[in-house]
């Protein structure tokens, strides 16, 4: 008997911020749900943790453990940040990413910390490390320079950066690489283009997995520009280089067609982020390569601000709108 879509496995690639919403509504589509999540960050408290006990970046895998942990309790304890006048330097510090520092010196492995932090939170999706390797992430500008860490990277003021790479080269787990290959939908994305998004595609064997991957593999195009970022880059000029990083290995771009209100929209615009939209030539365009173009509601209309810890915020995908949109486009691909 054929598989419905909804009850299919799906995997979501990217930053804790983005893969949340994208999880969350399939999730709720019923669908089985991996998120491989970066491990590239080193911001404060990341970095913290990062230098404490000699790991990957813990951040964005304890804020999707927390997402879905069934048990309120080890969620608000996850997300908890100290608050230390006698220990200035733990101030700000996500509690999460200690006890996953923690784990890996009591398990021995860092990749088993995760797992058995995603069992004791109860967490009702799957959460894996794309990669368990130390390594930097760093930027050729357009420029010529080279900038080395997230946090430099995603840095406004500098020169468009042109390429992102990995400083040592690492291999993505052979646990993340199944996930994707065994998959029914991959999805990349949203999130920030360079340090969540393209940082995952610059993982070793990540590419080659998504090749062999009978899934169908949609990238969910981002709603804003990013300070730092793609400030210059156009919605037309971010699905290009999603496609080029995946070696043409994306089945469909969604793209949000919504505008949320012009108070919504004001606000982001007065933080340096601009409403990204797909123009019909842009559309044309791509379909003339044969690169499916999907246009739909994704975005939340009203939303207030988000009080994210050094990051920027965004004009928020809709977890159940999304949701639906992918599997919709799981169910079209199944009747052809």
């Not at 998120?35 to 408290?45: E, K, Q, W, Y």
């Not at 340090?195 to 993982?203: D, E, F, I, K, R």
């Not at 070793?204 to 210059?232: F, I, K, Y």
Request: charged share 20%.
């Amino acid at each position: 008997m054929e598989r419905s879509p909804a009850s299919g496995k799906a995997v979501c690639l990217g930053g804790g911020t983005g893969v949340i919403p994208v999880a969350r509504g399939l999730q709720a589509q019923g669908m089985a749900v991996a998120a491989l999540v970066a491990t590239t960050d080193d911001g404060r408290s990341t970095g913290l943790a990062r230098r404490l006990f000699d790991i990957p970046a813990p951040g964005d895998l304890r804020q999707v453990i927390a997402a879905f942990a069934s048990d309120p309790v080890v969620r608000d304890l996850l997300e908890y940040r100290l608050d230390t006048p006698v220990l200035p330097a733990l101030t700000g510090a996500a509690f999460g990413n200690l006890v996953l520092g923690v784990l890996t010196k009591t398990t021995g492995s860092f990749e088993a910390a995760v797992h058995q932090l995603t069992r004791l939170a109860a967490a009702t999706i799957e959460v894996v490390p794309l990669t368990t390797a130390q390594t930097t992430l760093c930027a050729e500008l357009e420029d010529g320079t080279v900038v080395r860490g997230e946090v430099a990277v995603r840095q406004p003021g500098k020169a468009p950066i042109r390429s992102v790479f990995l400083d040592p080269a690492v291999a993505a787990t052979e646990r993340a690489l199944q996930y994707v290959r065994t998959a029914d939908l991959v999805t990349l994305g949203p999130g920030s283009l360079f340090t969540s998004v393209l940082a995952c595609l610059a993982v070793g064997g990540v590419r080659a997995a998504l090749a062999e991957s009978s899934a169908l593999r949609v990238a969910l195009a981002n709603t804003t520009t990013q300070p730092g970022q793609s400030d210059v880059l156009s919605l037309a000029d971010q699905i290009e280089r999603l496609l080029s990083a995946s070696g043409g290995a994306i089945d469909v771009v969604l793209v949000n067609r919504i505008v949320p209100s012009p108070a919504v929209v004001a606000r982001h615009q007065q933080a340096g982020r601009q409403l990204l939209q797909l123009t019909p030539a842009d559309r044309d365009a791509f379909l003339a390569r044969g690169v499916q173009v999907v246009e739909a509601d994704l975005a939340e209309e009203e939303a207030p601000p988000r009080q994210l810890w050094q990051k920027e915020d965004a004009i928020r995908h809709a977890a159940d709108k999304v949701g639906a949109a992918l599997v919709a486009l799981l169910k079209a691909r199944s009747q052809r």
